[in-house]
């Protein structure tokens, strides 16, 4: 068995970059200075990264303010609604309000400031970086949607925007992240996509063939709950499994593992994006997911 | 027995710190200087409620408190902080890991309560925050499943209360206590409304004092309100500024946060002992000064469906720390303002 490991998403900002973007809402510091303090922290969380051995991993997003909330602010027609409990979390963001979706606003690859949220670029890759977006069904599940626009339209819309911003970076290698199960959905919607790119789909709760019925695809990755792990592998090149809670303090065991070396390869991730857990604890979970990858 | 007013006009509980203790807060918590500014910025604040005309005074705005979860689990032994958790955008929290038994290693209000009964001889509340969201906002390292530590904590919470019942014997000056279970996470896991009521009913368990219960943000006040019949609770003072419109008008329409209201009567109306209602009127997430005229819409609508004045509270959605202090004043003016004017205009 060969594992991979991999940190996706918004990871927990250190002490100093915390005080600096306070001052950065108060004036104290410009939008280009809050940039090269938020690029050089994310050069040193790629080391961090590297140095643990983390196969791979995307942008830390340090300058994304909640999940949605740059790419909101970066596309015509979006709004920010009001603050909201990001899932069963104490943690809040911006519901997106949904007018129409047009097409993007600014450059994601330069420096542009977006009103309540740190200035643009969206990702500050290094030469392994997949980049990162919250998938079309996440997004219209947690946004406010009028009417007349259903899924279909929506995520055609989205993921259209979405490779114009692939395009701009020149990244084949994308995350696709699911904060909400799919109940009885398919994902039909993402064929296309995965099949103009390299996809890694990572799923929340219960996931049933029923969800892949109309999928003519195959999907790079496909990340589940260990339970789901032989859909993913039927789905997906190399299935990926959440290992690390990222919703706990404590350090997992790798004896855990075990049960798993049926598997040719594997994916171990964590079961959210980090920033859930205070900056120190994410570290040393980066480390012990570095560990149990070989 | 103690008379029961009309449209009682109450504070949630915090309100900005000055400057001055704000910035040394941390550096001097737990020392003779922490005291002596946490109780001068105390006194400021009641002489500001006091200029306003607030009926209930709370505990002077919570100075002697930087932050509700914190606060607690701080006096906690088997609670270790291993840094700071995001609340929202740039706002962090420092979020505990229960890591082996909770037990009360500090007292958490008494130096507060006393302070502020030997302050002013207006009704107070103190606000406690309550053991499901001390449970909810914890990192769980050491208890076996989520139900076991939020009892937990409503163990230790029901320490400190029977703690404040003892010393209020002392220092009520012939004052009624009065406890407000401070409990926003309440309906995050609609699932656990269950564990909410036992965690809550254990939390206040032997406490003779009127209980209200705060709750704020929630996505769906049904859950509470469906469940009053089996809470030990007299009262609810609960958010709906925040969800409403700035139009006038006593319409639906203009008063879309409060619909919910009509709910809650509904089953207040069942009910062999009515619980009285707290109902925010003023955003405290917003500079916007509600004007005096729409705050009288905001409660002649909800009146209109209590129908009794007595079971009518005016507050603000939640704390007011949320804003500086010369505009959490203007909110409150403008809320006593309202009060009295519907007062005099119906009631005397």
Known sequence: ?294 | MFEVAKLITQEIGSFRKPLYLSKVFHKIYGTPEFEELAKKATLETLSIFDEVGMDNIGVGGEMFRWEMYEHLADKLSGIKFYGMVRSFDNRYYKKGSVVSRLERSRPFHLDEVEFVAGSSKKPIKVPVTGPYTMMDWSFNDFYSNRRELAMEFARVINEELKEIQNLWGRVSNGRKLEIQIDEPATTTHPSEMDLVVESINRSVEGISAEKSLHVCYSTDYRLVYDRMSELNIDGYNLEYANRDTINRGTGDKERVGYQDIKYFAAINEKLSTKKFLGVGVTDVHTDFIEPVKLIEDRINYALAIVGDPELVRINPDCGLRTRSREIGKQKLQNMLTARNNIIKSQYQ
């Open chain 1, 1 to 294: 068995m060969r594992i991979k490991t991999m940190v996706y998403g918004i990871y927990p900002k250190n002490e100093n970059l915390r005080k600096k973007l306070s001052q950065w809402e108060r004036d104290i510091i410009s939008g280009k200075e809050i940039c090269e303090a938020i690029d050089a922290e994310k050069r040193r969380i790629y080391e961090l990264f590297q140095d643990n051995g983390i196969t791979y991993y995307t942008d830390p997003l340090l300058n994304w303010y909640d999940l949605f909330r740059p790419l909101a602010l970066s596309m015509e027609g979006i709004e920010l609604g009001p603050l909201t409990r990001y899932l069963e979390t104490n943690t809040f963001y911006r519901k997106p309000v949904v007018n129409s979706i047009g097409g993007i606003k600014a450059d994601p690859k330069d420096f542009f400031e977006l009103k309540e949220n740190p200035p643009l670029p969206l990702f500050n890759p290094d030469k392994n970086t997949f980049l990162f977006f919250p998938s079309p069904y996440t997004f219209f599940k947690m946004s406010t949607i009028p009417d007349r626009l259903d899924f279909s339209k929506f995520s055609h819309s989205i993921l259209d925007n979405y490779k114009k911003i692939v395009r701009v970076f020149g990244i084949q290698k994308i995350v696709l992240f699911e904060a909400v199960p799919y109940v009885n959905d398919d994902i039909s919607f993402l064929s296309d996509f995965a099949k103009e790119f390299s996809v890694t789909l990572i799923t929340t709760g219960k996931l049933t063939e029923n969800n892949f019925n109309k999928f003519s695809s195959t999907l790079e990755s496909l990340i589940t709950d260990p339970e789901y792990l032989d859909i993913a592998q039927k789905h997906s090149r190399i299935p990926g499994m959440k290992f690390i809670d990222a919703h706990r303090t404590a350090l997992e065991k790798a004896d855990k593992l075990e049960n798993f070396e049926n598997y040719d390869d594997l994916i171990l991730t964590t079961n959210d994006y980090l920033d859930f857990l205070p900056e120190s604890i994410a570290n040393s979970k980066v480390e012990l997911l570095g560990t149990a990858g070989v």
